[in-house]
């Protein structure tokens, strides 16, 4: 039988890749709401827990892709020792983003910008040295964009982390080229019918992706409907 003949897999397709305006949440402060965010924000910020430093004052972290804000407004009321700089390619999130930062009670999240990834960050409108983060996120980017938006996010990483600074990915991933289970197969098929340049990625190639830049693999965390939150490391 067909994948999509299976009644329960659909659902969950299309709980998977509804991105239109019927599945946010508006709230009058701009925040938007997604629920894969409400779902997954709590079980990432357990593994945000035991890799990051919850006491060293100064801190910093750059977030790749952003979204709605809904992750870093959720994560920074955890560490306050740590600063958040969100950012988004899609402009019309940015007031979304901004909305969640103003409401941060530690106020330790900064104004977001718009950046694109596959770009050099000396090309970004907002200005950073080399080796300035502390560490770097990204959610839910990597399987619903083209390769060359993970290259950036690898190569701008192994500039700008300091040395040991951690890049924390997650979402959906193969290994050694082997997807699943059945809901994961299927959802790399929507995407690429969606895109032919989207799909999930495996991480034997993001290994090396990483490796290019002076990043390496550390370890990773199965997650919660099929996903994984892996740790990178900057050598």
Known sequence: ???????????????????????FTNHPSRKQTHPSADRNSKPILEILQKVFDTKTPGLKLLEI??????????????????RFQPTEHDQSL???IEAYAKDASNKNVEKPFQLD????????????EESSFDYMMN???IHITPIE????????????????????????????GVLEPESNVAFD???KSRNPSWGIKDIKDLKEIARTNGIEFKEYFNMPSNNKTIVWQRI
């Not at 690898?154 to 040395?163: D, T, V, Y």
Request: one cysteine or more.
């Open 117 to 128: 990834v596959t770009q050099d960050f000396h090309n970004w409108t907002v200005k950073f």
């Open 189 to 191: 098929q929507n995407l």
């Open 1 to 23: 039988m067909s994948l999509f003949r299976n009644s329960h897999l659909i659902s969950f397709i299309k709980r998977k890749i509804t991105f239109n305006a019927k599945s």
């Open 149 to 176: 938006c993970s290259e950036g996010l690898f190569r701008n990483a192994g500039r700008l982390l300091k040395p040991g600074g951690f890049l924390v990915t997650y979402g959906p991933y193969a290994e050694n």
């Open 139 to 141: 959610i839910n980017m």
């Open 65 to 82: 892709s952003s979204g709605h804000g809904q992750h870093t407004g959720f994560f920074c009321e955890f560490f306050p020792n740590i």
């Open 94 to 96: 940015l007031p979304s």
